[in-house]
Structures are given as structure tokens and as C-alpha cells.
């Protein structure tokens, strides 16, 4: 049984930094990717990342603040945000599977709960 596990949310102050994290349980060799869901909009894709951390992808409007990367293990997916803004407020959820395309929602198979983030202005 697969289970992803994030943690890292919180309020911050705009320009601030924060690490999230997504712990991979049952099995590692995934492809990963960051979505992130605001109040009244559809899920959108952040970031992405390959099984074995050779191509990265990343949506336009994160590109230059948002690294995906992910520990050598494997087990372990990060999303380091920097210079942050009020309308990066959002659940940020991470998800795994074997996917075509990074940045398609529904080619993903495991979903974690979610985290909470806040940037206020």
C-alpha cells in the first residue's frame, strides 16, 4: 500500500520562504508532483519530477521561486518556495504514480492529504 505523507505548511509573510516535504510509504520509484488547490479554484499543477530526478517541470508562474527535488533514496520529495506571494496561498498536495506527462493531474495514482499554506501580503 502506497501513502504519501506531506508536511512543511504554515503561514507566512510575503517574500518568505518554506520547505515542503512528501514522505513516500510502500514503494518509491514514482514520479512525483506538487498540485496545489486555492479556495474556489481547480487543482493546479506546481512542479513535477521524474523517478529518478533527471527532468523536472514546473508551471510559469512558480518558475525561478519553486525547486522540486527529491533525496537520493527516494523516499523523500521536496518543494523549496521562495520569494512567495498571497496568491501562492493554497493546499499544496503532492502525488505519485507512473506518469506520461508531469504536469497532468489525472495520470497520477497516489495523492497525499495535503498542507496548508498561507502568504499573507
Known amino acids: 500500500q502506497v501513502q504519501l505523507v506531506e508536511s512543511g505548511g504554515g503561514t507566512v509573510q510575503f517574500g518568505d520562504s518554506l520547505r515542503l516535504s512528501c514522505v513516500i510509504f510502500?514503494?518509491?520509484?514514482?514520479?512525483m508532483g506538487w498540485f496545489r488547490q486555492a479556495p474556489g479554484r481547480e487543482r493546479e499543477f506546481v512542479a513535477g519530477i521524474r523517478w529518478d530526478g533527471d527532468r523536472t517541470e514546473y508551471a510559469d508562474d512558480v518558475k525561478g521561486r519553486f525547486t522540486i527535488s527529491r533525496d537520493k533514496q527516494k523516499t523523500t520529495v521536496y518543494l523549496q518556495m521562495s520569494s512567495l506571494k498571497p496568491e501562492d496561498t493554497a493546499v499544496y498536495y503532492c502525488?505519485?504514480?507512473?506518469?506520461?506527462?508531469?504536469?497532468?493531474?489525472?495520470?497520477?495514482?497516489?495523492w497525499g492529504q495535503g498542507t496548508q499554506v498561507t502568504v499573507s501580503s
Open positions: 510502500g514503494r518509491t520509484a514514482f514520479d
Open positions: 502525488a505519485a504514480g507512473t506518469v506520461y506527462k508531469l504536469t497532468l493531474a489525472t495520470a497520477y495514482d497516489y
